[in-house]
């Protein structure tokens, strides 16, 4: 009794009362089917992309681009609003150098400094 007083006074017994609240949320959580998953409780634009994600799409450009070979067959697609796009191409892994052109919806064009092909696709901003 005397220590059940002094774990009061020391505010001990407020701390135990909150760990039993979460050990009851917890099991709560674990009859209904476990933690849930990030899909599960996602909400607002994060839920939006997790379902894009699974159709396929990727609409904010979440995942690395992949990689072209740069040739007229496999051009490097960039995707744009517009008609046209600003280009920086970095034409060698170690250039310290940026080299910037227009790219023009149509046909493929070629950087001007290193000749890698690019092709501009039409991309829909998502809302
Ligand atoms: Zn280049």
């Known amino acids: 009794m005397a220590s059940r007083l002094l774990l009061r006074a020391c505010g001990i017994s407020v701390m135990a009362r909150n760990r039993v609240l979460a050990r009851t949320g917890r099991r709560a959580m674990a009859?209904?089917?476990g933690i849930p998953t990030d899909e599960e409780q996602a909400a607002g634009l994060e839920r939006r992309v997790l379902q894009a994600l699974k159709k396929g799409k990727d609409p904010y450009s979440i995942f690395k681009p992949k990689e072209y070979a740069g040739t007229k067959e496999d051009p490097h697609i960039v995707p744009g609003i517009s008609d046209k796009r600003l280009v920086g191409c970095l034409c060698e892994e170690d250039n310290t150098a940026i080299v910037w052109f227009w790219l023009h919806e149509g046909n493929p064009q070629r950087c001007p400094s290193c000749g890698s092909y690019?092709?501009?696709?039409?991309?829909?901003l998502p809302h």
């Not at 690019?118 to 991309?123: A, G």
């Open 31 to 33: 009859s209904g089917g």
């Open 118 to 124: 690019y092709k501009l696709i039409h991309h829909e």
